[in-house]
């Protein structure tokens, strides 16, 4: 089969089969997704070397220990795999709720009613418990999903894949509500991305490449889960034991995720003090710091910071520092720099911290805690499929309801409108 | 100066304009809003004057009648015009509502609060009041705009806007909140179409041709505002004098709109006695009909509709006519030939009422009542600024909430994810 034929036969399975899920009772969602669970487990040693191929193919084109570690299906990774889809089984089912209604003075009778979006397509890279965790939250959610894994772990995906397919067909769903595009051939992803009217929305979880990739390419519509050039911003008269902990945090628990922050702001009041007990800290926890004259002069020795830096998202244990001499030079900097995902004041002033929630413009502001919060679970939404970095339709974590949209329901007796 | 670097102005002017806007507040933006219809108002001979330019080129051009009456502002146009911006400031302010929040376990507090998209822009074509519709929409809801009118009401379109920016003016407000294209050269659109990072969101507003060329040209996000082909389906025991008023409004009322009914659906137990009846009131309101075989059957005489007419959205007094034999081939065929927009049941019986209601797939479905309700106004929402065939953001009625989005905010006192 040509690659248009093998992709208009996903786009039009996955149209065709997404009335069987979008009806579908939570009840049997539920089942469903227990039996994925199930599966996984009982097929660990096929997942294993299946996986092996992977990783045997990516030792041979000399991936990096890090991608082939996250390539890898531990046996504690294929039991968290199983444990995710059995959390989805537990989350509330979005699809039916009600969300607002009225009547209106003419004796009409309206609502808005959640129903799923349809038909999903995920492009996503390298970790393949993806391919697990993106299906299950677009099943709960009576969305068909394509999902369009990396070449990387084409036989991991095809793996799992095939447990989800099973699970269906045990229970007599039509499996097109999860199909794997089974091709590595990157001529068929075009014909996915302007699928208008078999796909509803393309959502790429990766690099900014694949991302800007499918923003160019795609007509159908797209969600994007760009990079987070995350910032603190330590306000005049803060708490500094408390400032130190959070910068701490914000920046070393975790730094290859996209909530981790990535330049450190310092009102001048604070920054002699300041620096003196964070300076250690990071020198500890191994940060590289790359700063402005102020904060050079206060820190000698470190590197300079470039234009490029207050724009660069490191995922590292790199640093950028900058001394602001006021509040609004903090919220300037961020709003400019910045990719409005998570950016937080440590701060004891209270006006001083509403204009900080008022004028950052970003998808989560925070105030005294840390930028890593920002996540679907721990903001307690459940899972999630990603952080929207857009400002249509989901913004901040993207979890069931987000993958759903509503319709309009009205009711009358005959009225006509004038 | 180019036409890149004067779309490079345009769209960061925006950018820098729309903090002012976003953050003014519902007293200065309904200040502004009533300052343009009282501008409107007094300048209606300039108005007048600018428009006659219009619409001598138009006639120069060879415009149909249809499309040189569309154009044309009347007294009676220009007071609406003015009205409708009153009526939006009359509006409440979506900017600042808190959407949902909650409490964690560990203390954090967060909520979700509705902020403007931030830069809007409005590609239309011909009508020049929607040059004071959307900007005046954009201006409530905390948005900068960038309206792009069609080159027929060039003239019209910035004598219009003349009065926005001097209300701007007057009320302190940088006028570069709501900027008019002052070209018709086409090759300006793409620049404004690709300005990722400066406009948050595109809203086509006219015939099919415009909408496809913006979809495929554009990396921001598109909104669109696509064709209705509305179905009403006249159920197995409906109530045939209810069916006949129904129908003759869904398709007579106003039969160039986008919610205005184009395929009828009659059950076979009911096609006799509902045809007899309906057919005389569709050939005194002009109506032309194409049917299937049995309601050529029924109605001899009668066109017969090709395949391609169950796709066509006529905006016009032509219907096509299909007699179903049961509730789920109407359903059927409306998920498959309709533009999932607006579609009717007429029905007295309650289980299939709801199966309609469940399994329609459109943005609005109705029961025992016209199509035509699908509207923002109708709907109770105040003014829209289109109907939204897209699933993601807005579906349906796009009004002030729907030019807004969110952000999280999230207070602390120094927690930290372990």
Redesign the interface.
Known sequence: MDIEAYAGKLTTGAREAS?AI??ASTALKDTVLHRIADNILQNREFLQKENEKDLAAGREAGLSAALLDRLTLTDNRIEAMAGAVRKVAGLKDPVGRVIDG?M?PNG?K?DKVR?P??VVCIIYESRPNVTADAASLCLKSGNAVILRGGKEAIHSNQAIHRQISAACEAEGLDPRIAQLVQTTDRALVPHLLQA?GYV??VIPRGGKGLIRAV??TA?V???KHYEGICHTYVDRGA?LE?AV??CR?AKC?RPGVCNAMETLLVHEAEAEEFFTRMGPVYEQEGVELRGCAASQRLMPGIATATEQDWRTEYLDLILSVKVVGSLEEAIEHI?RYGSAHSDAIVTTDFARAQRF???V??????????T???DGE???LGAEIGIST????A??PMALEELT?????????????E
């Open positions: 009335g979008a009806n009225w209106l009409l309206l129903v979006l349809g208008d509803d929305v923003v160019e007509t519509p797209v969600i708490d408390m902990a959070i945090h628990q709003n929630l008022d004028e413009n970003s998808a989560a502001v925070f105030v005294n805690t840390t890593r919060w920002h721990q903001f307690g857009d400002k249509l339709h913004r901040g949209t509503y319709k309009w329901r009205v009711i009358g007796e005959g009225q006509l409108r």
